[in-house]
């Protein structure tokens, strides 16, 4: 406790200016969020309100010294070509106050919990050494190619190596990821001008439309569906597409409503929590539509535009699903992103207002 005291002290001390995002921006290693398939985050305006934020804090020659990410926070020490980040549980006293805590828990939280240092030579990052209590060291070496450009990675665990490739203005265009047997996967693409999304959602969305109905059509539901909810995950991207469709069963609702609870009413709206019977997440395989995802599954600086069109999608299937599977007559088909959405709040957006009052009238928003 304090240790962190101390140096967050020394560190605040000589921040001169904030940077807030949705996820990771600044990682002092080159093309980390790219390397880890991870995608940036947005440039926020404010201080997050939540702890899933991220803040980051410089000195005036521009050093990070302070990066707070979630629950965790990390402290940068500049030694000559040598950088050591102190990684704590718990950003400050504040945040283990705000989650509850018992004051002698308080002081576990500022717990340090791991610690990187970061060697450069010549300006350029040569080797990354990570280590945490009671695990193996985590190596990363650095290689570059003639015109200075990061070409490979080596990790030690798990053991492998990133490729790095780049197309003639220099810009980073893809990472692979391979084992030492020679097994890769693609980590990261830079997506082409056609595989931008104002080009393929269009596409994408018209296969939607089709295939879901296909599919609610083949589906063996054992009840009548009182919810079809289109989701994706934004926290999961760059894999956000195809969505998954679920179908909500009337005997959960009226069970889930009966039983009571603070929660029950975002419980029947959220398809993480209806139950799976056979095909209550429906496969959408259709080869040509898959292709067409697949395109457009790469790292963006915004993937918002993706939810929209879900939201779009499910706002025209509304009308025909009811006649594809059996159904109650106040059927809701709606779409949502499951990481970032209270999900009686996403159907409520998209009841529409004569829907919405018969949902209310009901109790079930």
Known sequence: MARYDKLSAQLLARVVRWEHASFALNQLEPFHCE????????????????????????????????????????????????????????????????????????????????????????????????????????????????????????????????????????????????????????????????????????????????????????????GKAYAVVISTCLEEAPHLLPPHVTVGLVDYRDERIAHGGAFRRDEIWNPQAMPLFDDARLRLGDRSLVALCNRANVAREDDRPIVVMLRALAAELQPFVAEALPSVPELLVYAMDVGGEDAEKAARAAAGKPLAQTLKKLKLL
């Open 35 to 222: 390397r880890h398939g991870w995608k940036p985050g947005r440039r926020l305006k404010k201080a997050p309100k939540d702890d899933r934020g991220y803040s980051y804090g410089y000195a005036v020659d521009g050093h990070l010294l302070i990066a707070r990410e979630g629950q965790f926070e990390y402290l940068h020490v500049y030694e000559g070509d040598t950088i050591t980040r102190f990684q704590f549980d718990g950003p400050a006293i504040a945040w283990a106050k705000k989650q509850g805590w018992e004051e002698k828990d308080q002081d576990k939280a500022k717990a340090q919990t791991g610690i990187t240092r970061l060697f450069l030579k010549a300006g350029r990052m040569e080797r990354v050494e990570a280590s945490w209590p009671g695990r193996r060291k985590i190596v990363d070496e650095y290689e570059y190619d003639a015109q200075g450009r990061v070409s490979k990675v080596r990790v030690s665990d798990p053991e492998h190596t990133d490729e790095l490739s780049y197309d003639a203005t220099g810009a980073l265009v893809r990472v692979m990821w391979r084992h030492p047997s020679g097994q890769a996967s693609e980590h990261f693409r830079r997506p082409a001008k056609e595989d931008a999304l104002p080009s393929l959602l269009p596409l994408i969305r018209d296969k939607l439309r089709v295939q879901i109905l296909r599919v609610l059509k083949r589906a063996k539901l054992g």
